[in-house]
């Protein structure tokens, strides 16, 4: 007996996203293709006049801008096709083309801001007092002019736009291998039974209260992994040379300095993620055994880290998932939630359930007039529910971000994007503790809770750790090897699980290679402050608090219209100051008391 994942093509469509609201056709994303094509060398009309007047440079960022957007809408769409069928060669090639589309109008577009820099700030803020329509660009261009002293040539700055194509081969070799091309092994449970092993139901797979489908999973997978260690290792290798280069190009100090002035977040803010998990590392210590002792083992092994603590699981389909997260968004306003509702039944923002090729994990994408797309592996489970809200957090954010907000700021950056996704499932939470007292549901509900939390306040530190700790040693001229790697993780890991868990050096060692967002320049470290912030903004809301609604909202509707931790100060919340960190560790630990006494 055997269960399998259905091909791409047999999947029903009301269960996909729906991309034809991007373009109807394939057609019609080939004339879109064509015009940015054709349209892209009258960009250079503009090169040596954006000093010019007010309205020379107006019409520079209304085409520049025009450009860009279609370019992301081309691979936003190409994009999404091909993670939900990796397998899918056409669609991939279609990735490959805009790619090379968005590093040529990064090219062409590059010239500009070596030149504005040529220009006196005050003059450039004098076009803006006498251009009305240029005064939304004021914040673009504070920011433009904090950056001045890593801002290359117009010649520099247009080969390093050239090289962001091959720059991204470590990112999608890796997509390919990991969701595409790795052998994974199917596992066989204690009856027998033979389950699909692959990226999209391995978390699943771990979450069985049958130890031997939990191990043999667990052995496929990191197998799987291992088998492809040297290679993995050329490609984290090799992200993280270019992530160096870079640093190096623009005159930063080290590739973790580079990565945080792009979002001017002192390195303050990153030590007191480190500091905060070090700090509370007893806490974590303290859990695990409390699943030992449940459990009845003499240790855990990695795959006994989500083991349900009871056999009782509750079954969560879909559309119960959409009742009881727009029921726990509720004090957000009827809009939100209206509008919510709407995307997930009416609008087909989600591809919900797995299926052979479809890319692991979850996300939420899209771009400047598109809707919010979520990708994800639905599994009728409360960790599923979690993850629906964590995307839809991320959904809502860009949602109000692009609706009021220009283009040029539509985007938020990466430091403030976990806190809107975490803020949906702890609000989301609340309100299932507070309607559903028994304690099965409790006991799940919490483990749920823990996942999240081992993943945002466990794994993602130790990978900071361990980020840092390959960038530094590349910096110093330190070769990467795929055992050096993994014998650092496993350390960190050991740290971390204290004597509770067994950890292996070889399977537990390689996670490094497990996570895709180790390809995302010093973005893991942020999966914690986010958090911690989310927590912190959701317990007034929860009580009810409608000034806490109010500001709330106005962080949502701020894009990237201020710098990320003034976005985070209108909200209500300082992450400069290690107060935040402690008290998402605050809540953990009341789960973790909750947790005791029940089990």
């Not at 043999?216 to 197998?223: D, F, M």
């Amino acid at each position: 007996m055997s269960t399998t994942l259905p091909q791409r093509a047999n999947v029903a469509r009301e269960h996909t996203w729906d991309l034809e609201s991007i373009f109807t056709t394939i057609e019609s994303w080939e004339q879109t293709f064509a015009q940015v094509e054709a349209d892209l060398p009258g960009l250079a009309q503009f090169q040596g006049r954006l000093g010019e007047s007010g309205a020379t440079l107006l019409d520079w960022f209304q085409q520049s801008e025009a450009l860009t957007q279609l370019a992301y809408k081309l691979y936003v769409y190409a994009r999404l096709g091909f993670d939900v069928n990796t397998g899918n060669q056409q669609q991939g090639a279609l990735v490959g083309r805009t790619q090379g589309l968005m590093a040529r109008v990064a090219a062409a577009t590059a010239f500009a801001e070596p030149e504005l820099l040529t220009l006196s700030k005050d003059d450039v803020l004098d076009l803006l007092d006498i251009t009305p329509d240029l005064a939304i660009y004021r914040h673009y261009l504070d920011d433009l002019y904090r950056q001045q002293a890593h801002v290359r040539s117009a010649e520099v700055e247009e080969l390093l736009a050239q090289a962001d194509e091959p720059f991204g081969t470590p990112y999608n070799a890796y997509g390919v291998l990991a969701d595409s091309d790795m052998p994974y092994v199917a596992a066989n449970d204690s009856q027998g039974i033979t389950h699909p092993v692959a990226r999209g139901t391995f978390d699943g797979l771990l979450e069985s209260a049958d130890r031997t489908l939990r191990k043999n999973a667990w052995e496929s997978y990191t197998g799987a992994f291992l088998g492809m260690k040297n290679t993995m290792a050329a490609l984290m290798a090799g992200n993280v040379r270019t992530n160096i280069f870079r640093a190096r190009a623009r005159r930063h100090e080290s590739a973790l300095e580079a990565a945080l002035h792009a979002g001017n977040v002192p390195l303050a803010v990153y030590e007191n993620v480190l500091d905060a998990y070090d700090r509370h590392r007893p806490l974590w210590h303290r859990y695990w055994d409390i699943r030992r002792r449940a459990l009845g083992l003499e240790q855990l092994a990695g795959y006994d880290i989500f083991a349900p603590l009871i056999s009782e699981q509750v079954h969560v389909p879909f559309a119960q998932s959409v009742d009881w997260i727009c029921a726990g968004m509720a004090p957000l306003g009827t809009d939100y939630v209206e509008i919510m509702r709407r995307g997930l039944l009416e609008q087909r923002w989600v591809d919900i359930y797995p299926n052979v090729g479809k890319r692991n994990g979850a996300y939420s994408s899209g771009t400047y007039g598109t809707h919010p797309f979520i990708l994800m592996s639905y599994h009728d489970s409360i960790g599923s529910m979690s993850t629906l809200a964590h995307e839809l957090g991320h959904s809502m954010h860009s949602y109000y971000s692009r609706h009021d907000q220009p283009f040029i700021y539509s985007r938020y950056t990466l430091f403030v994007a976990e806190v809107a996704s975490n803020f949906n499932q702890a609000l989301v939470r609340s309100y299932l503790t507070k309607v559903n007292t028994e304690r099965t549901f409790q006991i799940n509900l919490i483990e749920e809770a823990m996942r999240n939390f081992h993943r945002y306040l466990f794994i993602m530190p130790i990978l900071a750790k361990y980020e840092r700790a390959v960038h530094e040693r590349v910096e110093q001229g330190q070769a990467l090897t795929a055992d050096g790697m993994s014998d650092l993780l496993a350390d960190l890991l050991r740290a971390g699980y204290g004597p509770a868990v067994a950890v292996d050096t070889q399977r537990d060692g390689i996670t490094w290679a497990q996570f895709q967002h180790m390809y995302m320049n010093f973005y893991v470290f942020q999966y914690a402050s986010g958090i911690a912030a989310a927590n912190a903004l959701s317990v007034p809301i929860a009580a009810g608090d409608t000034a806490a609604v109010g500001r709330y909202r106005k962080f949502l509707s701020a894009g990237g219209s201020l710098y990320p931790l003034d976005a985070l100060k209108v909200a209500g919340i300082d992450m400069t100051a290690p107060e935040a960190m402690d008290r998402a560790f605050s809540v953990l630990a009341g789960f973790v008391d909750r947790l005791e006494k029940l089990v």
